[in-house]
């Protein structure tokens, strides 16, 4: 059928290029325009003698809205006998079709398409020359008059072009496109006259490269005279020059070459360079880029400056969908400051590590792997990082973690180990392993098969935790070196609490519980008299010791409710729950002979000195003397209900005034004085939307002689000066304002520029944001004639927007005992759309510097832009 209808084509133009007129040829005409119409899918409509007039018809549309004539006639099919193409050409049309027999063409209005194979071509207008095999696209006027429905060629796994004009051999693959716009990756290319080879490779004359989204009139392009396009791979330019706002700049390039692929490829990182004035001339930055695998790649990048000064920072990530992803780099650095014939000369050789690893969750469901590494050098942050958030940093801290969970079992397993660096003190702590092992509640009494009420002893229950590491400290300098095996402390500890529930008289909760606790070490010190020095020597004895101890506690607490109502007024209620427990403990004395866990030594002078062989070891050592201490815990919640016109059902609403209001304190009955504990107060409430105060206090109340600074046995009370001292307080106030998000969500520019730089993204859709934190300290003298200690900090951050493209950021610490800023920051920040400009600048401390960048905000042109820095020690 399909072979037949494309042998009636054939024929009737044959007999049209005749032009007879005898009645042969109109009766031929009749029977061949029959046997369309009957051996199609679809019938052809006659030829409108106006072209105009046509253009002007509407073919019967279905339920989709497309024209039903020819939507579904393969083209392709019709000149498959001697035209030699490989698939069948598809072609709709919304508005409408008409043929045109005598020049072999086919002509789609509004909304056309023609599908071949995998290509896809859409238009406004289009023209389908069977005879030449090929397809001309152009747009059309819509009813303003302006252009509309541009030809859009697209091909599959290819980017998408859009232009004025295409005019495309169906069977040769190649093309002609005036004023085409394509993007690669993310750039776009602009070429005026453009040929197309096999849908391989594209030849341009007049082209502009640029990612800026405005086609119309980029901001900024690199003019390319000519230019060999291949799609998702490269763009290789002849002579070309940049222009920024439609100034050329006087740099040319005699050629050039972009890489455009989809796929990661290795190739240059290329530097930054500038000036300081400390360190020399500089090269930043630079370096190298490797894709490994789909899941791996390695960046390598350093810093040269001329006199003398390096860095080289290897940083490798790694990533699997749905199962884990990670980031590795190691920074080497030599920082050279002076001339060696300057006193003020340094050399500082530093290092630093750091390591994120982090496991999708459902990768594993019953283990979890995690990791959180960074360590180096004392002065590693200092020489070698340029964020601001990084200027009071002290510490560097590290833990890399396992957790393993076992299903329908009660107990579960954690290792890990830690690292904790102070760069001021230069003190390390390394913990490997921290290993905990711990079961869960088991009620051994319970019965299985629960009938009736539940008896008390059947709330009996225990549970496990067994602790393990081994830990070393010391200066960084001498951590690791030859005896750094002997100073490491390592031990095991193993605690189980006994306990149950019961409820006394409805109201009252009673916990009894017995907790016993074993340690393992397997080192010991002694302490001897050296006869040749006459002084007290310390030696450590290898060995594996065995220490426990136990307690006894009982705790009873309840809740008091007081609730007041008033007819009257916005407040209508005021409720108050105070949940008071007192507790019993109780401890024997495990300083006793018996028990071996304290010893004498005599020294020289015949004094006797009472030691510990466990002292200084990780969970420490029982203590001397009996205790039995009662303690009081006091909790009080206060609540207000005020009337409200925003809640339409009741028309009330809470109001916390305190979250929580606490008293602590306890009584020793074993002990012989100070049997009365410090009295704490601690507080918390929040109000409005993101404020919140915390507050607490200690209170002494035992009576301090202020001219030697020793507490005496007397309490304030029994001197009749009061109840108690203030000892110390602390209050912290808190607030944050931050407007309600405006202009939805991030672009894939912003999001692209965020995932690259967090430090350069702003958010200009949040118009204003403000968090500050108020800090009030106090230490009372302990002598007199000295000053108690104070400490009141207030620290302001945030952002406001002047329009919506220029935002200013601030931070600021200022230390209102000392009067003077301890730390500021000020930054603007302007969006020049396709471009973004920053200043950052900290104009006190010791990290005073400044940095001003001018830079295209699209990831893959990091190295168009205009930088000047002055960095701390230029100043």
Same mark, same amino acid.
């Given at each position: 059928?399909?072979?037949?209808?494309?042998?009636?084509?054939?024929?009737?133009?044959?007999?049209?290029?005749?032009?007879?007129?005898?009645?042969?040829?109109?009766?031929?005409?009749?029977?061949?325009?029959?046997?369309?119409?009957?051996?199609?899918?679809?019938?052809?409509?006659?030829?409108?003698?106006?072209?105009?007039?046509?253009?002007?018809?509407?073919?019967?549309?279905?339920?989709?809205?497309?024209?039903?004539?020819?939507? +579904?006639?393969?083209?392709?099919?019709?000149?498959?006998?001697?035209?030699?193409?490989?698939?069948?050409?598809?072609?709709?049309?919304?508005?409408?079709?008409?043929?045109?027999?005598?020049?072999?063409?086919?002509?789609?209005?509004?909304?056309?398409?023609?599908?071949?194979?995998?290509?896809?071509?859409?238009?406004?207008?289009?023209?389908?020359?069977?005879?030449?095999?090929?397809? +001309?696209?152009?747009?059309?006027?819509?009813?303003?008059?302006?252009?509309?429905?541009?030809?859009?060629?697209?091909?599959?796994?290819?980017?998408?072009?859009?232009?004025?004009?295409?005019?495309?051999?169906?069977?040769?693959?190649?093309?002609?496109?005036?004023?085409?716009?394509?993007?690669?990756?993310?750039?776009?290319?602009?070429?005026?006259?453009?040929?197309?080879?096999?849908?391989?490779?594209?030849?341009?004359?007049?082209?502009?490269?640029?990612?800026?989204?405005?086609?119309?009139?980029?901001?900024?392009?690199?003019?390319?005279?000519?230019?060999?396009?291949?799609?998702?791979?490269?763009?290789?330019?002849?002579?070309?020059?940049?222009?920024?706002?439609?100034?050329?700049?006087?740099?040319?390039?005699?050629?050039?070459?972009?890489?455009?692929?989809?796929?990661?490829?290795?190739?240059?990182?290329? $530097?930054?360079?500038?000036?300081?004035?400390?360190?020399?001339?500089?090269?930043?930055?630079?370096?190298?880029?490797?894709?490994?695998?789909?899941?791996?790649?390695?960046?390598?990048?350093?810093?040269?400056?001329?006199?003398?000064?390096?860095?080289?920072?290897?940083?490798?990530?790694?990533?699997?969908?749905?199962?884990?992803?990670?980031?590795?780099?190691?920074?080497?650095?030599?920082?050279?400051?002076?001339?060696?014939?300057?006193?003020?000369?340094?050399?500082?050789?530093?290092?630093?590590?750091?390591?994120?690893?982090?496991?999708?969750?459902?990768?594993?469901?019953?283990?979890?792997?995690?990791?959180?590494?960074?360590?180096?050098?004392?002065?590693?942050?200092?020489?070698?990082?340029?964020?601001?958030?990084?200027?009071?940093?002290?510490?560097?801290?590290?833990?890399?973690?396992?957790?393993?969970?076992?299903?329908?079992?009660?107990?579960?397993?954690?290792?890990?180990?830690?690292?904790?660096?102070?760069?001021?003190?230069?003190?390390?702590?390394?913990?490997?392993?921290?290993?905990?092992?711990?079961?869960?509640?088991?009620?051994?009494?319970?019965?299985?098969?629960?009938?009736?009420?539940?008896?008390?002893?059947?709330?009996?229950?225990?549970?496990?935790?067994?602790?393990?590491?081994?830990?070393?400290?010391?200066?960084?300098?001498?951590?690791?070196?030859?005896?750094?095996?002997?100073?490491?402390?390592?031990?095991?500890?193993?605690?189980?609490?006994?306990?149950?529930?019961?409820?006394?008289?409805?109201?009252?909760?009673?916990?009894?519980?017995?907790?016993?606790?074993?340690?393992?070490?397997?080192?010991?010190?002694?302490?001897?008299?050296?006869?040749?020095?006459?002084?007290?020597?310390?030696?450590?004895?290898?060995?594996?010791?065995?220490?426990?101890?136990?307690?006894?506690?009982?705790?009873?607490?309840?809740?008091?409710?007081?609730?007041?109502?008033?007819?009257?007024?916005?407040?209508?209620?005021?409720?108050?729950?105070?949940? $008071?427990?007192?507790?019993?403990?109780?401890?024997?004395?495990?300083?006793?002979?018996?028990?071996?866990?304290?010893?004498?030594?005599?020294?020289?002078?015949?004094?006797?000195?009472?030691?510990?062989?466990?002292?200084?070891?990780?969970?420490?050592?029982?203590?001397?003397?009996?205790?039995?201490?009662?303690?009081?815990?006091?909790?009080?919640?206060?609540?207000?209900?005020?009337?409200?016109?925003?809640?339409?059902?009741?028309?009330?609403?809470?109001?916390?005034?305190?979250?929580?209001?606490?008293?602590?304190?306890?009584?020793?009955?074993?002990?012989?004085?100070?049997?009365?504990?410090?009295?704490?107060?601690?507080?918390?409430?929040?109000?409005?939307?993101?404020?919140?105060?915390?507050?607490?206090? +200690?209170?002494?109340?035992?009576?301090?002689?202020?001219?030697?600074?020793?507490?005496?046995?007397?309490?304030?009370?029994?001197?009749?000066?009061?109840?108690?001292?203030?000892?110390?307080?602390?209050?912290?106030?808190?607030?944050?304002?931050?407007?309600?998000?405006?202009?939805?969500?991030?672009?894939?520019?912003?999001?692209?520029?965020?995932?690259?730089?967090?430090?350069?993204?702003?958010?200009?859709?949040? $118009?204003?944001?403000?968090?500050?934190?108020?800090?009030?300290?106090?230490?009372?003298?302990?002598?007199?004639?000295?000053?108690?200690?104070?400490?009141?900090?207030?620290?302001?951050?945030?952002?406001?927007?002047?329009?919506?493209?220029?935002?200013?950021?601030?931070?600021?610490?200022?230390?209102?005992?000392?009067?003077?800023?301890?730390?500021?920051?000020?930054?603007?920040?302007?969006?020049?759309?396709?471009?973004?400009?920053?200043?950052?600048?900290? $104009?006190?401390?010791?990290?005073?510097?400044? +940095?001003?960048?001018?830079?295209?905000?699209?990831?893959?042109?990091?190295?168009?832009?205009?930088?000047?820095?002055?960095?701390?020690?230029?100043?």
């Amino acid at each position: 059928m399909r072979f037949a209808r494309g042998g009636v084509f054939l024929l009737l133009s044959a007999l049209l290029a005749q032009r007879k007129t005898n009645q042969l040829y109109y009766l031929f005409l009749c029977l061949l325009l029959l046997c369309v119409a009957t051996a199609g899918a679809q019938g052809l409509k006659p030829v409108s003698p106006s072209p105009v007039a046509d253009s002007l018809k509407k073919t019967q549309l279905d339920s989709s809205g497309m024209a039903k004539p020819d939507t +579904t006639i393969a083209l392709g099919d019709s000149l498959t006998s001697d035209s030699g193409l490989e698939d069948e050409v598809i072609y709709e049309a919304q508005d409408s079709i008409r043929m045109d027999i005598a020049k072999k063409e086919v002509h789609l209005f509004g909304k056309a398409k023609v599908v071949y194979g995998e290509i896809n071509l859409t238009a406004g207008y289009i023209v389908i020359n069977w005879e030449k095999n090929l397809v +001309t696209a152009v747009g059309l006027p819509d009813s303003s008059g302006r252009m509309a429905d541009y030809p859009v060629f697209k091909e599959a796994g290819k980017d998408e072009i859009l232009s004025k004009q295409i005019v495309y051999n169906i069977k040769t693959k190649k093309a002609k496109i005036k004023d085409v716009v394509t993007k690669s990756g993310e750039g776009y290319l602009l070429g005026k006259d453009v040929k197309m080879m096999n849908s391989e490779e594209l030849f341009m004359r007049g082209m502009k490269y640029t990612t800026c989204d405005d086609n119309e009139h980029p901001h900024f392009y690199l003019n390319l005279t000519r230019a060999k396009v291949i799609p998702n791979k490269t763009i290789i330019a002849g002579p070309s020059y940049m222009v920024i706002e439609d100034v050329p700049l006087p740099i040319a390039l005699p050629f050039g070459y972009f890489p455009v692929m989809k796929t990661r490829k290795a190739g240059i990182i290329f $530097p930054e360079y500038g000036e300081s004035p400390q360190l020399g001339f500089f090269l930043r930055n630079g370096g190298y880029y490797i894709p490994i695998n789909d899941y791996l790649d390695l960046r390598i990048v350093g810093d040269l400056y001329t006199k003398g000064s390096w860095r080289l920072n290897p940083s490798l990530n790694y990533n699997q969908r749905y199962k884990f992803n990670g980031n590795f780099n190691l920074s080497f650095s030599n920082t050279v400051i002076g001339e060696r014939e300057d006193p003020n000369y340094s050399k500082t050789l530093d290092f630093r590590i750091t390591w994120t690893h982090n496991q999708d969750p459902k990768a594993s469901p019953n283990g979890r792997f995690s990791a959180s590494v960074d360590l180096g050098t004392a002065t590693a942050i200092l020489n070698n990082s340029f964020a601001s958030n990084n200027f009071l940093r002290n510490s560097l801290n590290s833990s890399v973690s396992y957790t393993k969970t076992f299903p329908n079992k009660p107990y579960n397993l954690s290792v890990s180990a830690r690292h904790s660096q102070n760069t001021q003190t230069r003190n390390v702590s390394v913990t490997l392993p921290d290993a905990v092992f711990t079961v869960q509640r088991i009620e051994p009494f319970k019965r299985k098969n629960f009938v009736g009420a539940t008896r008390w002893y059947e709330r009996v229950g225990f549970n496990l935790t067994t602790t393990g590491r081994a830990e070393i400290n010391g200066v960084d300098s001498v951590l690791f070196n030859d005896q750094f095996t002997r100073r490491i402390n390592s031990g095991i500890n193993h605690s189980i609490p006994v306990n149950l529930s019961l409820n006394v008289l409805k109201y009252f909760t009673l916990t009894p519980s017995v907790t016993y606790n074993e340690r393992w070490y397997f080192r010991s010190v002694e302490r001897r008299l050296d006869g040749a020095t006459n002084a007290i020597v310390r030696d450590t004895v290898d060995g594996f010791n065995r220490v426990y101890d136990y307690s006894f506690s009982a705790g009873l607490n309840f809740r008091l409710f007081g609730l007041v109502q008033f007819k009257k007024g916005k407040i209508r209620a005021i409720r108050h729950v105070m949940a $008071p427990t007192l507790s019993f403990s109780y401890r024997p004395d495990f300083g006793d002979e018996r028990f071996g866990y304290y010893r004498t030594v005599v020294d020289s002078s015949g004094r006797q000195i009472r030691y510990s062989p466990f002292e200084g070891t990780l969970y420490g050592v029982p203590g001397q003397g009996r205790s039995g201490l009662v303690s009081l815990n006091i909790t009080n919640n206060l609540e207000l209900k005020v009337k409200s016109k925003s809640d339409t059902i009741t028309g009330m609403k809470k109001v916390k005034v305190f979250d929580a209001f606490d008293f602590n304190t306890s009584y020793n009955l074993a002990a012989d004085s100070f049997q009365i504990a410090p009295f704490t107060l601690n507080a918390r409430t929040t109000f409005g939307n993101g404020f919140s105060v915390v507050m607490n206090a +200690t209170f002494d109340p035992y009576v301090m002689n202020m001219q030697t600074g020793i507490r005496q046995k007397e309490t304030y009370l029994e001197a009749g000066e009061g109840i108690a001292r203030l000892s110390n307080y602390n209050i912290a106030f808190n607030g944050s304002i931050r407007s309600k998000t405006q202009g939805g969500n991030l672009n894939s520019r912003d999001i692209a520029i965020r995932n690259y730089d967090p430090r350069r993204f702003v958010d200009f859709n949040v $118009p204003y944001s403000l968090n500050f934190a108020l800090i009030l300290g106090y230490n009372a003298p302990v002598r007199e004639g000295l000053p108690p200690q104070l400490n009141q900090t207030l620290g302001l951050n945030g952002d406001f927007r002047i329009t919506t493209k220029w935002k200013v950021t601030y931070s600021a610490s200022y230390d209102m005992v000392r009067g003077n800023l301890s730390g500021m920051q000020f930054g603007i920040y302007r969006d020049l759309h396709c471009w973004d400009m920053s200043f950052n600048w900290i $104009p006190v401390g010791f990290r005073q510097s400044y +940095t001003f960048d001018l830079r295209v905000k699209s990831a893959m042109l990091q190295q168009l832009r205009l930088s000047r820095r002055r960095d701390w020690y230029d100043f």
